[in-house]
């Protein structure tokens, strides 16, 4: 018999899921192997290919640029384009390959925050320590008005740090050639630049840095609100520097670069031999000093897929307690956070048959001439590099229409795996239970039991809506049971038993008919029922035994060798979401 209290504890439960439909992700992280896992067609990438060239038709003949995607184990495709216009005098590469070199600018911060994370996991430094532990100019009482004791490396690596943007570049006198021009005053005769900035081309110091930093004043208290600074990262520098011993180009050169086979990234300026040198005015020669930690790699596409693929397969590992791709605040859009030091973005509308939310973990680069973005797609297991060397309208219309393609492609191919490996119909291996399990696919609904028969009970007709979930079904609500990854495994030193876990979804409608403002609030609750000590919604796949485990109900199910149940896997429906997608 039911206990009234827990009948309402589970119409709590109910209510406080009832705006929640697709969740994200909803399949375990893709693999891809060519001939044991999903993998995407030929196909794909010729039209891909076709797109890209049309688009490029329309680029001014200086362009030059560079694509590489990649798995977390491999290169999938790369192409390139060489610009048809170059300086007569100095042309640079005559041909653009994945070893071309360009300027990354701020996708720097990534390695200098990938260098931060080590030495916290070392316990050389810690991100909660203030700033001013490891720099003492800043802990000394002339440091300014920036309260540094109050900002954390943490901070600093999460634009948290409430600091300005910049102190060598960014203001008018150093970008516009008369200010007065624009309505600006005559500026103090004797107010000088920082240091060297972009009309000279020179090089700044640390001496310059920490003398300017004296002279700012804070945009935000620290922590309180996300906002874009450079400065920060040259201070990170200066704290690597101060820690490991080295200089900071030595440290990320010996830490990250070497070991990764990165033989073609560096921060000194490479020959022209394989550089991409953009017609006109370009920032090839800076040479940046202090701001390197902030802007001053050089790379190619080919090392890049080597830093993406590192970053996938580690991410979460880096540092104990850091899962490095989560963001730490948000930006100025709805769907836009910032990260460490990422730009991170969510679209519910990049997929065809579902409105789940995809996540994009990118950082930008922008220097004169050159113009960067690397896009990780953590749940696809994809990494993008886009390196430009041509104006910044150029980059963004080649990123939508590469995304676009390969996340289309990328569902797709899951999907179709996940048909093979984990559909069917199945029985109790004991027969006296009298249960049976019958698991199907779509691209819209997922991977989700369509029937449960437990002991003669049927759990989704009558169980779930009248005990274990009350109210799904109501008011005419279509409703399915969801299976979503955990990512565990019943035995993590084999990786065998695949935990996954129940949701109850609710449908979402084709016309909403609730307010906008709360069409997908949510709160995410996957743990919501035990039975014995044991999780009531864990479902463990077994597929070296080809079995199924429900331990609440004490089941062992092994398949009906039945055909499969599933308008995903068969022949016809993947071909036709095949020619969508290629076509």
Same mark, same amino acid.
């Given at each position: ?56 038709? =329309? ?96 901070? !600093? ?92 180009? @030595? ?56 830093? !993406? ?10 540092? =104990? ?37 995809? =996540? ?21 297991? !994809? ?11 150029? !980059? ?165 060798? @039945? ?21």
């Amino acid at each position: 018999m039911f206990v009234p209290g827990l009948l309402s504890l589970l119409t709590f439960f109910g209510a406080a899921n009832a705006e929640c439909f697709e969740p994200s992700p909803a399949f375990p992280t893709p693999k891809w192997h060519k001939h044991s896992g999903p993998w995407i067609p030929n196909g794909v990438f010729l039209g891909l290919e076709k797109a890209i060239w049309k688009i490029a038709r =329309t680029f001014p003949a200086e362009t030059s640029f560079s694509i590489e995607i990649t798995t977390g184990n491999e290169t999938l495709w790369s192409k390139h384009h060489t610009a048809q216009e170059s300086d007569v005098e100095r042309p640079g590469v005559s041909r653009v390959d994945s070893n071309s070199q360009y300027r990354l600018a701020s996708i720097t911060k990534v390695f200098t925050t990938l260098g931060l994370l080590y030495q916290h996991e070392a316990g050389n430094v810690s991100l909660d320590d203030s700033v001013d532990n490891y720099i003492s100019e800043l802990a000394s009482p002339s440091s300014g008005l920036i309260p540094w004791k109050d900002i954390t490396l943490r901070m !600093l690596a999460s634009q948290l740090s409430g600091i300005p943007r910049d102190f060598a570049i960014g203001s008018a006198l150093d970008i516009i050639e008369d200010p007065t021009k624009i309505g600006l005053p005559q500026p103090p005769p004797d107010f000088p630049l920082p240091c060297p900035g972009l009309k000279n081309n020179g090089t700044c110091t640390r001496t310059d840095l920490l003398k300017a930093l004296t002279h700012q004043a804070p945009v935000f208290a620290p922590n309180q609100k996300s906002t874009y600074s450079n400065d920060a990262f040259e201070i990170l520098g200066l704290v690597l520097e101060n820690v490991t011993r080295l200089s900071y180009s @030595e440290y990320i050169q010996q830490a990250i670069l070497e070991p990764l086979n990165m033989t073609m990234s560096s921060f000194e300026k490479p020959s022209d031999e394989h550089a991409v040198l953009p017609k006109g005015k370009n920032a090839w020669d800076w040479e940046e000093g202090v701001q390197r930690p902030t802007g001053g790699l050089f790379s190619t596409t080919a090392d890049m897929s080597k830093f !993406l693929r590192f970053i996938l397969g580690n991410f979460n590992s880096i540092a =104990t307690g850091v899962n490095w791709l989560l963001p730490v605040s948000w930006g100025t859009g709805v769907t836009n956070f910032y990260g460490m030091p990422w730009e991170i973005s969510r679209s519910d509308d990049i997929l065809e048959h579902v409105r789940r939310p995809v =996540t994009f973990v990118t950082k930008s680069g922008g220097l004169p001439g050159y113009y960067s973005r690397i896009i990780l797609l953590p749940e696809y297991n !994809l990494g993008f590099t886009f390196l430009l060397g041509s104006n910044v309208d150029v !980059l963004e219309k080649l990123i939508e229409p590469t995304l676009t393609t390969l996340v289309r492609a990328a569902e797709a191919a899951v999907w179709t795996h996940i048909n093979e490996d984990y559909t069917g119909r199945f029985v109790a291996t004991h027969a006296s239970l009298n249960s049976t399990l019958s698991i199907t696919s779509t691209l819209s609904k997922g991977l989700m039991i369509s029937n449960f028969i437990s002991n003669g009970s049927d759990m989704l007709r009558t169980v779930i809506p009248r005990y274990l979930y009350p109210g799904v079904g109501r008011n005419g609500i279509d409703w399915h049971a969801q299976l979503i990854p955990t990512l565990l495994y019943k035995n993590e030193t084999t990786k065998q038993g695949e935990i996954w876990r129940i949701l109850i979804v609710k449908d979402r409608p084709d016309e909403p008919t609730r307010p906008k403002m709360f069409e997908d609030w949510c709160v995410t609750d996957v743990d919501f029922m035990s039975y014995a000590g044991k999780p009531i919604n864990e479902v463990v796949f077994w597929h070296e035994a080809r079995n199924i485990e429900l331990p609440a109900f004490d089941g062992v199910f092994e398949p009906m060798h @039945e055909r499969r149940e599933s308008d995903a896997g068969s022949p016809w429906f993947v071909g036709q979401v095949w020619q969508r997608i290629i076509g």
